[in-house]
């Protein structure tokens, strides 16, 4: 069975710092990006930032820039997102997501996309 499994959020302060992982199961995702998502209480999913299986093209949304770091361990099948100087408005939900690469949207069904659980990350002021 496809999965992907995230761990490691966490209640933390303002200015702390948390890694999130996301495992993934059951495929190899050589041939897909990967994406950690957002969603806070009242608003709707947000990208965060997105990382081809090499890691060699990333991407993060502005408001990440500078603070979040994603990365892959292909050897461990496993994406990190390191968020360091944490803010109260990144409490939210956070999301791993795989798409395959020629896929154009963060949208669809296995086998050409995958959502994680999620994982609750909360920022204390």
């Known amino acids: 069975q496809v999965q992907l499994v995230e761990s490691g959020g966490g209640l933390v302060q303002a200015g702390g710092s948390l890694r999130l992982s996301c495992a993934a199961y059951g495929r190899i995702f050589s041939d897909y990006t990967m994406g950690w998502f957002r969603q806070a209480p009242g608003k709707e999913r947000e990208l965060v930032a997105t990382?081809?299986?090499?890691?060699?093209?990333?991407y993060y949304s502005d408001s990440e820039k500078g603070r979040f770091t994603i990365s892959v361990d292909s050897a461990k099948n496993t994406v990190y997102l390191q968020m360091n100087s944490l803010k109260p408005e990144d409490t939210a939900v956070y999301y791993c997501a795989a798409k395959y690469w020629r896929r154009s949207t963060w949208s669809g069904a296995p086998p050409l996309f995958y959502w994680g659980q999620g994982t609750q990350v909360t920022v204390s002021s």
């Open positions: 990382s081809t299986w090499s890691g060699y093209n990333t």
